[in-house]
């Protein structure tokens, strides 16, 4: 097939729905954004276990210490999912840790703010995990079919952590005033951030319009965020906590909540790496990565040892 007739092909699957595989033709540029993105959750995955790993030693019960190890080593498992769906086109997974562990890649803002308190692990499953869900279920509809096939259980394993930050804050909230007062400081502080890890507003996203057009996006970064605010308002009542937006009010006209405007300096700051923690997280992943160096090599010394007894 020459060149036009691929594109053709490429549109049709588009327009019929059907999935885009590895060995399919594709244009360079979608795969290039398919890397960026893939790439860039994965990363996400992977950093995203560190500020909730903080406080597994200091769960305050058996129960709650064995639902946060679950949910971390989930996240890890969605890292290597993502990685692998990631490496279908035609990148190699070291490449990809090399521009992570050089501060090169992007991953989630999210996960560049300290965990200070047991009530930012309610927090977190509710709202970071809450905003996961909403951005990633759409994307178990991607184009690229390794990608969405890979976010079903994502998205499986995602809704337990959502309900489990969320239990964590029921019980806070429902104990003394001390507890109370915890979750509240811990919606204080992840509420913002939250919000912004949709990503810039549809009018400064220079990703979003063809990404929608390649159905890899399906809903654009300010949908999103809207329906995660008009989901997660109603949660937070039935808690009994304020989310700290004097302009979060109910517009009868538009059936939305408004609210106020986002803080966009410090949304670049943290993606440029300038947040509170982005430095002790790369750290972090730096320093696992340098101390599994002898895993890898072992590994690699088993497979050639058993290639040559193949051989031999
Ligand atoms: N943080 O044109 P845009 C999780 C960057 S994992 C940092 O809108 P796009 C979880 C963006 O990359 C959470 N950077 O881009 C894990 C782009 O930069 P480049 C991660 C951000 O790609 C463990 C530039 O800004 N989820 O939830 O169309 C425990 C312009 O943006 C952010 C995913 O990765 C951000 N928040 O849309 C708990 C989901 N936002 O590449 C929870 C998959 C934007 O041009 N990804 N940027 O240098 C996506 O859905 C999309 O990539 C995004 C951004 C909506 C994030």
Redesign the pocket.
Known sequence: MNTIDLEKEFQRKLDAEEKIEPKDWMPDDYRK?LI???S??AH??IV??LP?GNWLTRAPSLRRKVAALA?VQD?AG?GLYLYSACETLGVERDELLEQLHTGKA??????NYPTLTWADMGA?GWL??G??IM??VP?CRCSYGPYARAMVRVCKE?SF?QRQGYEIMLTLCNGTPEQKAMAQDALNRWWWPSI?????NDAD????AQ?MQWKI?RFT?DE?RQRFIDATVPQADILGIKIPDPDLKWNEETKHYDFGSIDWDE?WA??KGNGPCNKERLAARNKAHDNGAWVREAALAYTEKKRKKTAA
Do not use: C, W
Request: charged residues 20%; aromatic residues 8%; without cysteine.
């Open positions: 954004t960026r993105q893939i860039q959750h996400s995955e995203g276990m909730e949910k996240e969605h992007k991953y989630s803002s999210i996960f977190i970071v995990d905003a996961a951005n990633q994307l995602e952590h912004m890890m949709f990503g810039p996203s220079p990703h979003t990404s996006k970064n999103l949304f943290v993606v």
